[in-house]
């Protein structure tokens, strides 16, 4: 079966400071992978997808960026994280080939906390 | 522009009755409807969907009703229980897109 991974589960950093947190999938391969932010009250907003290796389509302008180093590996990251970074963080991952019948499946996400 | 909007942010329901969960959304290239559960600290899970061409879809107690005129969806739990204590967030995905665009949840509590 497949599963999605995501860490660290919280993570409490300073202003300026650089961010790197990481997503794998296990149990499938070439799948759609994305990036999603919940600001505190808000519902989920996508900041990045990845249909193959190498690419990384961009939905909201902002401090942060993606990589996709490996098929089945998914980046976020930030040279220098601001306060209205904080929020929880969630990787996700659906089927390479159909649809918008295939759903998404979410890791348990990051608690990003800026002091 | 919230192409998905979930206007109750809280329901309260007692157990063993039925929980109705309301979506309405503005774009008409939407062709997929998912519903997903999120308990505190976890990432969402997958509940059930439905295709723009139906306008039902059950699996268990869970029911999901799409009435495309209205461009409005609804999420029937019944009986409700418990463990359905959570946020439900509903989203959408458009013309063979795999992206969602998804609402601002509704927490849902089932009272003993």
């Known amino acids: 079966s497949q599963t999605i991974h995501q860490w660290p589960a919280t993570l409490v950093q300073p202003v300026g400071s650089p961010l790197s947190l990481e997503c794998t999938v296990e149990?499938?391969?070439?799948?759609?992978l994305y990036w999603y932010r919940q600001a505190a009250g808000r519902g989920l907003q996508l900041l990045f997808y990845?249909?193959?290796?190498?690419?990384i389509s961009s939905e909201v302008p902002q401090n942060l960026s993606a990589s996709r180093p490996q098929d089945r590996q998914f980046i976020l990251s930030s040279k220098k994280l601001l306060l209205s970074d904080s929020g929880f963080y969630l990787c996700a991952w659906s089927g390479g080939l159909g649809g918008g019948d295939q759903p998404q499946h979410f890791g348990d996400g990051t608690r990003l906390s800026i002091l | 522009d919230q192409q998905v909007k979930q206007n109750s942010p809280s329901l309260s329901v007692q157990e063993g009755r039925i929980s109705i969960l309301n979506c309405d959304y503005t774009?008409?290239?939407?062709?997929?409807f998912l519903w997903y559960k999120k308990y505190p600290a976890e990432g969402p899970t997958f509940l059930i969907s439905i295709s723009s061409i139906k306008d039902k879809n059950e699996d268990g107690r869970f029911t999901v009703f799409l009435n495309k005129s209205a461009k409005h969806l609804s999420l029937h739990i019944v009986p409700s229980q418990p463990g359905d204590s959570a946020v439900y967030f509903c989203a959408a995905s458009g013309q063979g897109a795999q992206k969602l665009v998804f609402g601002q949840g509704t927490r849902l509590t089932i009272n003993p």
């Open positions: 990845s249909v193959g290796i190498g690419q």
């Open positions: 774009n008409s290239m939407f062709d997929y």
């Open positions: 149990g499938t391969s070439n799948p759609n």
